[in-house]
Nanobody
Framework: HVQLVESGGGSVQAGGSLRLSCAAS????????MAWFRQAPGEEREGVAT???????TYRISVKGRFTISQDNAKNTLYLQMNSLKPEDTAMYYC????????????????????WGQGTQVTVS
């Protein structure tokens, strides 16, 4: 059973920081590659960051240098540390899981993901 539960969103001022967490079921974490996406009102969902199980990462250009994706294999949890937040980072942030090679897949395409969490809202003013 695929389970993804996001937490950590909130409202911050520009320049502030937030840390998002995505708790996955063990089955999910062991079988699927994972990533963070976001969707602002009226906009398409877009990939933010992904990490392979061996630690390789890929970021959206607009967040590179400000956001850091990480994972805790013991806790089956994905994280997104967001620093220097900007108003344009305001969106619903989603954790997603996809079928494929956990160690070589670094895609940020929405179509490559099969399962989604309920989302956590991030508002930057």
């Amino acid at each position: 059973h695929v389970q993804l539960v996001e937490s950590g969103g909130g409202s911050v001022q520009a320049g502030g920081s937030l840390r998002l967490s995505c708790a996955a079921s063990e089955v999910t974490y062991r079988r699927y590659y994972m990533a963070w996406f976001r969707q602002a009102p009226g906009e398409e969902r877009e990939g933010v960051a992904t990490i392979s199980r061996d630690g390789s990462t890929t970021y959206r250009i607009s967040v590179k240098g400000r956001f850091t994706i990480s994972q805790d294999n013991a806790k089956n949890t994905l994280y997104l540390q967001m620093n220097s937040l900007k108003p344009e980072d305001t969106a619903m942030y989603y954790c997603a899981a996809g079928r494929g090679d956990l160690f070589s897949t670094l895609t940020l395409r929405v179509a490559d993901y099969n399962y989604w969490g309920q989302g956590t809202q991030v508002t930057v003013s």
